[in-house]
């Protein structure tokens, strides 16, 4: 039945594209058939990759790939800017949704073990790609035809985003699997962890990189203060929103997904507008309604019954957005990264679970199981390409073939790890998400 509706859909959007009915459309009729098509088709799409057991946002971004304007081009250039307006609102219910998965008592049991492998995995990748980017830049166009200090600036960007593991995907492979054990609650609690580090740590790193791409600038001693004063107040401010959240779910309550969809978008443009961190914003927020009211559960709920369509227009349009043209030159680039950061993952993940002291099994397999990736690096990916207008659109089209590879071979991987520790088919871990 989704077959014979994706079919009659296309055709639809074929026939209002087509130059036959292009003297009787209204140009102004095009965003909203745009924004009406893409929702059904990405979908649609997602909805079949995921029969394939694949993530649905895989989907929704091969889906707006192909429907945009560099392939059959049924979305404009003019139709995809008009809908990155959502990506403010995504990316904010993203952050918070997040925030509301990083629960404190699912942390304390292997604290020891999260930290240190954090800590690893994050200088080692970061480390790895800054390394690469000075001594591979000449081998790319995509680093050459910059300053060494925007390359390193890229370098900093892309070790951050690679460090970064997509949650939403762990726990949709755990829930499909019924999986339960110490690999699974290892990977899960880092994973979640991690999503805050990297925030935190993206909004730091994205201060120096502004720094890195002015030429010529001198080095002020109060650039560090700057960055911890942006980083501090964005805490504040998303104590505060955190605040504002818990107080409407206790006391208010009405119309719980209407307010948090306002909240979302406010806070995104505002906080993007006074220079501070919209993401690790909502990231705070998410993080205090859960952990610290009886609420969190009200919040998450809130989020799912409004953010599927959201999602689904946010990343099709990520994919609408992809530059082809930039990604003609870039795609060896991005299949270097991808193997790049397996090892990086992997030898990260082996130094942290050594020093640790875990066990050999955890130390050489576990790495398999943070490889996904989705919405906080796709969403950094799209603040990155507002902040450097000058290389953002080629950078993005640059991660977006990164996270669409790792998103793809990642819950495989996962997957195959929890049958082969034999802990799928085991108890499930009681949480469901939206991907």
Not at 88 to 100: F, K, Y
Not at 142 to 156: K, P, V
Request: hydrophobic share 55%.
């Amino acid at each position: 039945m989704n077959i014979v509706v994706l079919i009659v859909i296309f055709l639809l959007m074929f026939l209002v594209r087509s130059s036959f009915l292009a003297p009787f459309i209204n140009p102004d009729f095009s965003p909203g058939v745009a924004i009406g098509f893409t929702l059904i088709f990405a979908f649609l799409i997602g909805k079949g990759v995921n029969r394939l057991k694949l993530p649905q946002i895989t989907g929704f971004i091969l889906a707006g790939i192909f429907c945009g304007p560099y392939v059959l081009k049924f979305l404009s250039v003019e139709d995809v800017q008009s809908l990155q307006l959502l990506d403010g609102l995504a990316l904010s219910l993203i952050a918070l949704t997040a925030g509301g998965e990083m629960r404190i008592s699912q942390l304390k049991k292997d604290r020891k073990a999260i930290l240190f492998i954090l800590f690893f995995q994050t200088v080692i990748i970061v480390a790895g790609f800054m390394f690469f980017g000075l001594v591979g830049r000449s081998l790319f166009p995509f680093f050459a035809n910059r300053t060494l200090a925007q390359g390193m600036a890229l370098s900093l960007l892309l070790g951050t985003l690679a460090t970064a593991t997509s949650p939403s995907t762990t726990i949709a492979v755990i829930t499909e699997t019924k999986a339960k054990g110490k690999y699974t609650d290892l990977i899960l609690s880092t994973a979640v962890v991690k999503d805050f580090i990297v925030i935190c740590l993206f909004a730091f790193n994205l201060s120096i990189a502004r720094f890195l791409n002015c030429p010529g600038q001198a080095f002020d001693a109060g650039f560090i203060v700057n960055i911890l004063e942006e980083v501090g107040i964005s805490v504040l401010l998303g104590a505060g929103v955190g605040g504002a959240i818990i107080l409407y779910l206790k006391y208010i309550k009405a119309e719980t997904a209407i307010f948090i969809l306002g909240i979302a978008f406010f806070t995104y443009q505002i906080s993007r507008s006074l220079g501070y961190h919209p993401l690790l914003i909502c990231l705070v927020a998410g993080f205090l309604v859960e952990n610290f009211s009886s609420r969190g559960e009200s919040l998450i709920m809130a989020i799912e019954k409004v953010s599927l369509p959201i999602y689904v227009v946010f990343f099709a349009i990520s994919g609408a957005s992809l530059d082809l043209n930039a990604l003609e030159q870039s795609w060896l680039l991005a299949l270097v990264f991808v193997l790049l950061r397996g090892v990086l993952k992997f030898s990260g993940t082996y130094a942290g679970a050594k020093a640790a002291k875990e066990e050999k099994g955890v130390q050489k397999q576990s790495w398999a199981g943070f490889i996904s990736q989705a919405g906080v690096a796709l969403g950094m990916a799209v603040v990155i390409e507002g902040t450097f207008p000058e290389w953002g659109s080629e950078f993005k089209a640059l991660v977006l073939a990164f996270i669409a590879i790792n998103q793809i071979i990642g819950p495989v991987l996962l997957q195959r790890l929890l049958v082969k520790m034999n802990e799928a088919g085991k108890k499930g871990s009681g949480l469901d998400i939206r991907q």
